[in-house]
């Protein structure tokens, strides 16, 4: 199946600003037509899944703004809702992807690009257990647990879903053959073996060249992959803006064909991916 981009990529590109610590995750409250627009462009496009503008959304985050339980309840049903909306109107197969970000992008720092927050299991469990309740509640197909960057985090994020019966897909954040706190990705992607909500395992938000490095390695877990790199540019925290990298590329100069090869089943792309390239990312995949 063909994924979406950047959402806030695209939402950028309409002229929204999203450089606060909610990023587009503002938007479910300030602007939710501007997230149905976007997701209809990525329809539009040849897209066959919607992922939710839920990553940044958390009760922690939003109760920083003010916002109380119930209406961020609320702004996290509305995000599935709104994709929900656009995926029916498609005119195509689709599905809808609850996205939930690490706790590293509650902090707004840049560290679901590190790991380096310090937490137990137990505190990373306790953290996401409350949005996963409300996630699974909505009509969404699959959740989607997003650039990951620690060992600690998956094993979380694992023993929250296992036994649920939730479908899911668990994709991590990664710097070469590792995760981006370090730890080798064979060991991570081996953790999730037997876990059976899983539909699929991977990364994404990685330059594609480390992307294309770890499909093989994922698929090594016996489960389907998903991939979604970025453009290959770095994520600069304390001026909220991205810089150029070493790998910047076009999605349409990707190595789908060896990715799928490989076991890639879920396809797509990251920041700074918008409609035009998953439109040509589309054309090569079929």
């Known amino acids: 199946m063909l994924l979406d981009g950047g959402l806030s990529t695209t939402l950028e590109g309409l002229g929204h ?16 037509a501007a997230i149905l627009q976007a997701h209809r462009a990525f329809f539009a496009a040849g897209a ?22 119930d209406e961020t309840e609320t702004l996290m049903r509305r995000g599935v809702q709104l ?24 902090l707004a720092d840049g560290s679901e690009y590190t790991g380096a927050y310090g937490f137990t299991v137990r505190e990373l469990r306790n953290f996401h257990r409350p949005r996963l309740e409300v996630l699974a509640a909505t009509d969404a197909d699959v959740l989607a647990f997003e650039t990951i960057p620690t060992a600690t985090e998956v ?21 070469g053959d590792t995760t981006r706190a370090g730890e080798p990705l064979d060991d991570v992607f081996g953790m999730t073996r037997g876990v059976d909500e899983l539909v699929a395992v991977g990364v994404n938000c990685s330059t594609p060249s480390d992307a294309t490095a770890a499909v093989s390695r994922a698929a090594a877990s016996g489960h389907p992959v998903v991939i979604y790199p ?18 910047t590329g076009n999605a ?7 990715w799928v090869a490989a076991g890639a089943r879920l396809v797509g792309g990251c920041c700074r991916i918008g409609p035009d390239q998953i439109a040509a990312l589309g054309k090569h995949l079929h």
Not at 51 to 67: E, K, L, W
Not at 155 to 175: F, K, P, Q, R
Not at 230 to 247: F, I, L
């Open 17 to 32: 600003d999203i450089s606060g610590d909610l990023w587009s995750a503002r938007l479910l409250r300030d602007d939710p």
């Open 48 to 69: 066959e899944v919607a992922t939710t503008a839920t990553y940044q959304a958390t009760f922690d985050g939003f109760a920083h703004h003010g916002i109380d339980n």
């Open 83 to 106: 994709a929900r909306e656009a995926a029916d109107s498609s005119g195509h197969p689709t599905w809808v992807a609850a996205s939930a970000g690490p706790y590293g992008a509650m």
């Open 155 to 175: 094993e979380a994020v694992l023993a929250e879903i296992d036994g649920t019966a939730i479908d899911c897909w668990l994709s991590v954040s990664i710097t």
């Open 230 to 247: 970025n453009s290959g540019e770095g994520w600069d925290a304390v001026h909220r803006t991205w810089v150029a990298g070493s790998t």
């Open 252 to 258: 349409e100069e990707w190595p789908v064909d060896e």
